[in-house]
């Protein structure tokens, strides 16, 4: 028997953002001052001994790090952050993250450059975009323990200014997977996803396993209800090969699903955001990996604090409980049920 790898992922980091309108004035005022990040390591500090005990950590770096850039034709507002903010990432211990999302590009492609460099200088590994879209398809390998796992990275269309995000043969961008109200449903373009599926088959070729970041990226008013797309995402890449999903966006929990024996997790919810926002309530998965697959799949409840720093609460907890309740009721709905031994959840074991 192989040795046990140990996976952790949280949802959407967003830290210490600057918020700017289209007209160029500042959203200032509405966050408190903890949350500007003049030490960014300490957003972190309540769960970083979780995350950096792991051997894989993943997030979904929800903008970029960058200083330069110009707001995307379209947007109302927009967002990235400064450069320094790695500093919070690698004291979270995070050595994977996907950039693919509707927010990484707000600013178009100089900062997504700069965010894929500064992630390279300080060795973390990125998926879902890149300087033309052959870079964005390819995987991240990262080998731990004599297993070669694969992350891929994808994100919806929606919600990005004309649609100007993707990555092209000769444009930097994000990797989409086109949604439209007018495609048959489940109302995903055929193409993307037979791209995505190609992509999970080729990775498999030349790793042990593969693992699939979906950013989801829609709000409607902070539901917990999946959209007939997200389960087309999420089960055509276990059908594709890969071994477990992972997925972000819509800033609400939502279920999870064990299809075909193998974990989706539609959404993990914020982690940390530092903007204006009652979602607070979140989740740290956990997968314990061995002989090139999941055997295990897990997460504690996770509570966001005053100070915008997510911390690991007990079931028994007014929060906890709630999530607890909440994930419990909409896992049923994909006909899944969750298990709980202490302050742990189980969908997998």
């Known amino acids: 028997m192989s040795e046990t790898i140990s996976l952790v992922a949280v949802g959407d980091v967003l830290i210490g953002p600057r918020f700017e309108r289209s007209d160029g004035s500042l959203i200032e005022g509405k966050l408190p001052k903890e949350l500007e990040r003049e030490k960014p390591e300490l957003a972190f500090e309540k769960v970083a001994a ?24 379209g947007r109302d507002s927009a967002w990235k952050s400064p450069p320094r903010m790695i ?33 390279d200088k300080n060795g973390i590994a990125h998926i879902g975009a890149g300087i033309n879209i052959h870079e964005a398809r390819k995987p991240a390998i990262l080998e731990k323990k ?23 043969e000769t444009k ?33 070729k030349n790793s042990d396993m593969v693992v699939v970041s979906q950013h989801f ?14 389960e087309a995402m999420a089960r ?33 919810g914020n982690f940390v955001v530092d903007r204006d926002t009652d979602v607070l309530d979140s989740i740290i998965v956990y997968a314990a990996i061995s002989d090139k697959k999941v055997k295990k799949g897990s997460f504690s ?17 007014k929060s906890g409980e709630r999530i607890k309740n909440l994930l419990q009721k909409i896992t049923k709905r994909q006909h899944t049920e969750i298990t709980f031994s202490g302050d742990e959840g189980i969908l997998l074991a």
């Open 50 to 73: 979780r995350l950096r005990g792991a051997d894989i950590a993943f997030c979904n770096l929800e903008g970029a790090l960058s200083d330069r850039g110009k707001m995307a034709v």
């Open 87 to 119: 500093d919070g990432i690698k004291a979270a211990g995070f050595n994977i993250v996907s950039v693919a999302n509707n927010h990484v590009m707000d600013y178009g492609p100089d900062p997504l450059i700069d965010t894929l460099s500064l992630l």
């Open 146 to 168: 004599g297993c070669r796992i694969a992350f891929l990275g994808y994100s919806t269309d929606v919600n990005q200014p004309g649609r100007r995000f993707p990555a092209s």
């Open 172 to 204: 930097p961008g994000i990797i989409p997977i086109r949604v439209f109200a007018l495609f048959a449903s489940p109302h995903v373009n055929l193409e993307d996803m037979e791209m995505m599926e190609e992509d999970i088959k080729e990775a498999k």
């Open 217 to 230: 990226s829609i709000s409607v008013g902070g539901s917990h209800t999946l959209a007939p797309h997200q």
């Open 236 to 268: 055509g890449a276990i059908d594709a090969g890969a071994e477990l999903v992972l997925g972000h966006g819509p800033h609400a929990l939502q279920a999870f699903e064990v299809y075909k024996s193998k974990a989706i997790i539609y959404n993990m």
């Open 301 to 317: 409840p996770v509570r966001i604090n005053d100070r915008g720093q997510p911390e690991v609460v007990s079931f028994q907890s």
